[in-house]
């Protein structure tokens, strides 16, 4: 009989969203020591990887006379444009250099679709294609994950989401995730949201 527990899930430490990235996070790179910190006291650590491909549909640079920060329809879906990232095999879509990589047990890959993007670590933004996380955290019985990562307005918000939705206990280190803010303020907001639909807010001290 498989014994329930907890899963911390490292979402996009990647080099693009870092300092100096591509489509970096102010501070981004302050959470590291947080994560690093906190892995050890977990059995199951599981790390998200945006993972594009060069034409990926989310790219300004796929959209000729688009720019940045504007949104367009794609696949039927609202998409905010971004500057190309986490592009495959490019050293910006590895992860961090300071991240303790061998603490992790599993890496999911997300966002390989062109068509789509996939800010979750569990579907893409359609919502209809898995990723795999879900089945991999209840082989092990998870039922009570914890979140940090980058951003936390993105893909930190709509992991955290969609594993309240899948009915997982969703717990958001907060010092250890950080926003992009494409406009001022979308940090507090995601995480109020994720606080609305029922998840909780941690400081890495408690471990």
């Given at each position: 009989?498989?014994?329930?527990?907890?899963?911390?899930?490292?979402?996009?430490?990647q080099?693009?969203?870092?300092?100096?990235?591509?489509?970096a996070v102010?501070?981004?790179?302050?959470?590291?020591?947080?994560?690093?910190?906190?892995?050890?006291?977990?059995?199951?650590?599981?790390?998200?990887?945006?993972?594009?491909?060069?034409?990926?549909?989310?790219?300004?640079?796929?959209?000729?006379?688009?720019?940045?920060?504007?949104?367009?329809?794609?696949?039927?879906?609202?998409?905010?444009?971004?500057?190309?990232?986490c592009?495959?095999?490019?050293?910006?879509?590895?992860?961090?250099?300071?991240?303790?990589?061998?603490?992790?047990?599993?890496?999911?890959?997300?966002?390989?679709?062109?068509?789509?993007?996939?800010?979750?670590?569990?579907?893409?933004?359609?919502?209809?294609?898995?990723?795999?996380?879900?089945?991999?955290?209840?082989?092990?019985?998870?039922?009570?994950?914890?979140?940090?990562?980058?951003?936390?307005?993105?893909?930190?918000?709509?992991?955290?989401?969609?594993?309240?939705?899948?009915?997982?206990?969703?717990?958001?280190?907060?010092?250890?995730?950080?926003?992009?803010?494409?406009?001022?303020?979308?940090?507090?907001?995601?995480?109020?949201?994720?606080?609305?639909?029922?998840?909780?807010?941690?400081?890495?001290?408690?471990?």
């Amino acid at each position: 009989m498989l014994i329930a527990m907890d899963a911390l899930l490292v979402v996009d430490v990647q080099n693009d969203f870092l300092p100096g990235g591509a489509l970096a996070v102010p501070r981004g790179d302050q959470i590291i020591p947080v994560i690093n910190r906190i892995m050890p006291h977990f059995s199951l650590v599981i790390a998200t990887q945006d993972w594009h491909p060069a034409d990926h549909g989310s790219f300004a640079s796929n959209h000729p006379g688009r720019s940045p920060g504007e949104i367009i329809q794609l696949e039927g879906l609202q998409q905010i444009l971004w500057p190309d990232h986490c592009v495959q095999n490019t050293p910006g879509a590895s992860f961090a250099s300071g991240l303790d990589v061998a603490g992790f047990h599993g890496v999911v890959r997300k966002g390989s679709n062109p068509s789509i993007d996939s800010y979750s670590g569990f579907f893409d933004n359609g919502g209809a294609n898995p990723t795999g996380l879900e089945r991999l955290l209840r082989d092990r019985a998870v039922t009570r994950v914890i979140v940090c990562g980058l951003a936390q307005d993105y893909c930190v918000k709509f992991t955290a989401l969609d594993a309240l939705r899948l009915g997982f206990e969703t717990v958001v280190v907060e010092d250890g995730t950080l926003p992009v803010e494409v406009s001022p303020g979308d940090g507090d907001r995601a995480l109020q949201e994720i606080l609305d639909a029922g998840g909780s807010l941690v400081e890495h001290g408690v471990w």
